[in-house]
DNA sequence: ATTATCTATAGATCTATAGATAATGC
DNA sequence: ATTATCTATAGATCTATAGATAATGC
């Protein structure tokens, strides 16, 4: 046992970077605290000295997996030779598909965030504008007036392709939606 | 009790259509089968003489949901009078926003179709290769090579700004999503 | 006699808590 | 002494099944 309090810091952060993942994996009703503390290297006895509820742990989860996506937007926007089209293609890309785990929560989490705490959905929402403010600034050259409203709209057909590509069972049919998509969208924006 | 072989077929229907909506509303794991028994009438106790399992429930119920939209999109292409501006509008409305439990599964469900039997997930290519045939039939005077893909990236848009538009917190944000979405569609198809 | 549904319940799992154990930190 | 985690478990809920009850249909 290691009891310090950093070690206890560094366990509760263990813990909602776990469910983070497993939750866009698997749904967040779809995992038990026992799993998730078991995948954390704990036992679930000490669930509740670190949440007061699955709720709780459900909240600070989702916002994990939101600034997941955060902090990749922000990288994005960091880098001068970041474009619109490498937005685009990575979002749209077979890794992002496949790797749900670390894939962004606006697209993976929505059912489940429609069915949580305003507090969740709050949250949600700043990443959405965020989201739509990088898409405006690599679309800087668009007139001010239309940027915002494609970026919605940009914004949702990401969302949606990777959604349905993800729901179809065929593999071709899938690559298609996410290519269509890109397609479409890297043809609008230029 | 009822219990002819013709009440029977009815009670199969019910607890499958009752499904299908909930399934809808909380998500596959956010109801019991006890629950969806109750509402459908009926008590727990029968549920096996109608599944084999919780999964074949599943299965059914989400391909009735899928249907549900199949049957909305029959009479869509079956109106002369329709127009792809008013499936956009309508996908896209308040209404199809807020009436979780009776809309299409294609954004509903794909959550949870992605995690799914093969079965389920084939049910969900097969809608989405209607929806983008109905798309194309409305968008009749596009080039036939460009006619698929912009069908399939015009889904996604309406599936991912409905997704969103569910999730966030942010009534006018949430509208903002619907409405971007839609004028873009329509700007593109015209 | 067969069939459809009901009541009752077994066994597994889930959230939440109590008390024991073994560290930390004053 | 306080704190963090562990073992153990209570109570609720979930899937699945057994046997009883009350209809249908030959």
Chains 1, 2 share one sequence.
Not at 6 to 35: L, W, Y
Not at 108 to 136: K, N
Not at 147 to 166: E, N, P
């Amino acid at each position: 046992m290691g009891h310090s309090r950093a070690a206890k810091a560094e366990n509760h952060d263990r813990i909602v970077q776990v469910a983070a993942d497993r939750f866009r994996e698997r749904g967040v009703d779809g995992i038990s605290m026992a799993d998730l503390m078991k995948d954390a290297g704990l036992t679930h006895g000490g669930f509740y000295k670190h949440f007061a509820s699955r709720e709780m742990l459900v909240a600070e989860a989702v916002e994990r997996a939101l600034a997941d996506g955060s902090a990749a937007a922000d990288a994005i926007a960091a880098n001068p030779k970041a474009t619109l089209a490498s937005l685009i293609d990575g979002y749209l890309s077979l890794v992002h598909r496949d790797q749900v785990a670390h894939s962004c929560a606006v697209t993976t989490l929505a059912s489940d965030v429609a069915r949580s705490s305003e507090r969740v959905r709050s949250a949600y929402s700043a990443q959405v504008d965020r989201y739509v403010a990088l898409i405006s600034k690599l679309a800087a050259w668009l007139p001010d007036r239309k940027q915002r409203g494609l970026a919605l709209a940009a914004l949702a057909t990401m969302v949606g392709a990777v959604s349905m590509a993800r729901a179809v069972s065929d593999e071709k049919l899938s690559r298609e939606i996410l290519k269509s998509a890109a397609d479409e969208l890297k043809s609008r924006f230029s």
